[in-house]
Protein backbone atom coordinates (compact mmCIF):
# COMPACT_ATOMS: atom_id res chain seq x y z
CA UNK A 1 0.00 0.00 0.00
CA UNK A 2 0.91 3.52 -0.89
CA UNK A 3 1.53 5.17 2.46
CA UNK A 4 1.90 9.05 3.26
CA UNK A 5 3.60 10.81 6.32
CA UNK A 6 2.42 14.48 5.91
CA UNK A 7 3.67 17.72 8.04
CA UNK A 8 4.04 21.57 7.73
CA UNK A 9 0.27 22.63 8.37
CA UNK A 10 -0.76 24.83 10.78
CA UNK A 11 -2.19 28.70 11.60
CA UNK A 12 -0.74 31.83 9.82
CA UNK A 13 -1.54 35.01 9.62
CA UNK A 14 -3.02 36.52 5.19
CA UNK A 15 0.87 37.65 3.51
CA UNK A 16 2.81 34.70 5.73
CA UNK A 17 4.31 31.29 4.49
CA UNK A 18 4.70 27.66 5.32
CA UNK A 19 6.07 24.48 4.02
CA UNK A 20 4.04 21.37 3.85
CA UNK A 21 6.29 17.99 3.58
CA UNK A 22 5.01 14.48 2.69
CA UNK A 23 7.38 11.40 2.97
CA UNK A 24 5.70 8.89 0.49
CA UNK A 25 6.50 5.31 0.18
CA UNK A 26 4.88 1.95 -1.82
CA UNK A 27 4.84 3.79 -4.96
CA UNK A 28 6.35 3.56 -8.22
CA UNK A 29 8.21 7.20 -8.65
CA UNK A 30 8.96 6.05 -12.31
CA UNK A 31 5.11 6.41 -13.78
CA UNK A 32 3.37 7.96 -10.74
CA UNK A 33 3.12 12.02 -10.16
CA UNK A 34 2.90 13.10 -6.71
CA UNK A 35 1.81 16.36 -5.37
CA UNK A 36 -1.36 18.23 -3.50
CA UNK A 37 -5.14 18.71 -3.49
CA UNK A 38 -6.85 20.40 -1.10
CA UNK A 39 -10.21 20.22 0.48
CA UNK A 40 -12.38 23.07 2.65
CA UNK A 41 -15.87 22.29 4.95
CA UNK A 42 -18.48 21.75 2.77
CA UNK A 43 -16.62 22.67 -0.60
CA UNK A 44 -15.23 19.72 -3.25
CA UNK A 45 -11.97 18.58 -3.74
CA UNK A 46 -9.32 21.29 -5.48
CA UNK A 47 -6.18 19.85 -7.20
CA UNK A 48 -3.39 22.44 -5.69
CA UNK A 49 -0.17 21.07 -7.71
CA UNK A 50 1.45 18.31 -8.88
CA UNK A 51 4.97 17.10 -10.05
CA UNK A 52 5.53 14.29 -12.53
CA UNK A 53 8.08 12.03 -10.85
CA UNK A 54 8.89 10.76 -14.35
CA UNK A 55 10.67 14.29 -16.12
CA UNK A 56 9.94 16.76 -13.28
CA UNK A 57 7.17 18.37 -14.95
CA UNK A 58 5.49 21.10 -12.40
CA UNK A 59 1.60 21.96 -12.32
CA UNK A 60 -0.29 24.45 -10.84
CA UNK A 61 -3.50 25.48 -10.41
CA UNK A 62 -4.69 29.10 -11.27
CA UNK A 63 -5.20 30.39 -7.77
CA UNK A 64 -1.77 29.15 -6.47
CA UNK A 65 0.36 30.35 -9.63
CA UNK A 66 3.22 32.36 -8.45
CA UNK A 67 2.96 31.60 -4.82
CA UNK A 68 3.42 27.80 -4.45
CA UNK A 69 6.06 26.11 -5.50
CA UNK A 70 6.67 22.29 -5.43
CA UNK A 71 9.33 20.40 -5.31
CA UNK A 72 11.17 17.14 -4.47
CA UNK A 73 13.95 15.44 -3.13
CA UNK A 74 14.74 12.16 -4.32
CA UNK A 75 17.22 10.94 -1.45
CA UNK A 76 14.64 11.97 1.39
CA UNK A 77 11.73 10.76 -0.86
CA UNK A 78 9.92 13.17 -0.20
CA UNK A 79 8.12 16.03 -1.95
CA UNK A 80 7.65 19.77 -0.72
CA UNK A 81 4.90 22.35 -1.17
CA UNK A 82 6.09 26.19 -0.37
CA UNK A 83 3.39 28.11 0.36
CA UNK A 84 4.00 31.87 0.06
CA UNK A 85 1.69 34.90 0.29
CA UNK A 86 -1.46 32.98 1.67
CA UNK A 87 -4.92 34.13 1.58
CA UNK A 88 -7.98 32.98 3.93
CA UNK A 89 -9.33 31.34 1.14
CA UNK A 90 -6.14 29.22 0.98
CA UNK A 91 -7.75 27.49 4.82
CA UNK A 92 -8.21 23.57 3.65
CA UNK A 93 -7.05 20.58 4.67
CA UNK A 94 -4.07 19.84 2.43
CA UNK A 95 -3.42 16.26 0.82
CA UNK A 96 -0.49 14.33 -0.07
CA UNK A 97 -1.43 12.35 -2.86
CA UNK A 98 -0.19 9.75 -5.98
CA UNK A 99 -1.80 9.74 -9.36
CA UNK A 100 -1.17 11.42 -12.92
CA UNK A 101 -0.61 14.91 -13.51
CA UNK A 102 -2.53 17.07 -16.30
CA UNK A 103 -1.71 20.20 -17.98
CA UNK A 104 -5.30 21.37 -18.74
CA UNK A 105 -6.08 23.38 -15.17
CA UNK A 106 -7.14 20.30 -13.24
CA UNK A 107 -4.14 19.34 -11.86
CA UNK A 108 -4.90 15.77 -11.59
CA UNK A 109 -6.17 13.69 -13.94
CA UNK A 110 -6.48 11.12 -11.51
CA UNK A 111 -5.37 10.80 -8.06
CA UNK A 112 -5.10 7.09 -7.15
CA UNK A 113 -3.81 7.39 -3.03
CA UNK A 114 -3.49 9.81 -0.50
CA UNK A 115 -2.63 10.21 2.87
CA UNK A 116 -4.91 11.82 6.43
CA UNK A 117 -4.17 15.45 5.59
CA UNK A 118 -2.72 18.15 7.28
CA UNK A 119 -4.36 21.29 7.60
CA UNK A 120 -3.16 24.60 7.16
CA UNK A 121 -5.71 27.76 8.20
CA UNK A 122 -5.16 31.35 7.15
CA UNK A 123 -7.09 34.65 9.27
CA UNK A 124 -6.10 37.77 10.94
Known amino acids: QVQFVESGGGSVQPGGSLTLSCAAS????????IGWFRQAPGKEREGVSC????????YYAYFVEGRFTISRDNAKNTVYLQMNSLKPEDTAVYYC?????????????????WGEGTPVTVSS
Open 97 to 113: ATGSCTSGGSVWYTVEN
Open 26 to 33: GFSSDSNG
Open 51 to 58: LSSGDGST
